[in-house]
């Protein structure tokens, strides 16, 4: 479904545990840190900490909430797409709607929401503010794709939507089995209650 043989890929999460990828790994082998899937392997991990880093200085700039950036290097090069699947990008029209100060606050708050001790009580707190069901929200999810050159770019942004489907759907799912998760522990809980 996603092959493509000009086309290296991989779909991570934020902290660079990889999803889905186009390098092989073998499970059985000693790690041979000369293998060109290991050679491989790093590169992504470099490309998509990268990625982060830049996604992050974007939103800490107020440049926005990134969805894609696209590199391009000179004379036949390379071409490198990372998509962000960000969860929380509907922040970003709630955050433009406020007035100035109030959307300053809010901004610090989102900022510093890390950094607190409270994080999942507050994210909590304001699900059942908007009335959202769900109080768990999804890792983002970054999407790399190599072309060998930018005559291979259509090709790679094709591979890139796809990538963002199935991220999305994996999104999707880990909030589904959070969820049953939360309904297998509040049935025990009950259960320890009347027993």
Known sequence: MLSSSNLAYQLSDIT??????STSTSANRTPD????????NQAFTSLTSTAASAF????????GVPQRIMIETQSHGPVVLHSFLN?????????????GSRRIVEQAREELRPLSGSTEEDDDNKDR??????THVPPMLIATVVAPSATDAGEARRM????????????KEWVIEQSRGDEAEDTEAGEDEDG
């Open 33 to 40: 840190h000369h293998h060109p899937a290991h050679l491989r």
């Open 160 to 171: 890139a939507a796809r990538l963002e489907k199935v991220g999305g759907d994996f999104q």
């Open 16 to 21: 660079l545990t990889p999803i889905l990828t």
């Open 87 to 99: 969860p929380r990008r509907g922040n970003e029209s709630r955050m433009r709607s406020l007035s």
């Open 129 to 134: 503010a908007e009335g959202n069901s769900s």
């Open 56 to 63: 992050d200085t974007a939103s800490r700039l107020g440049l």
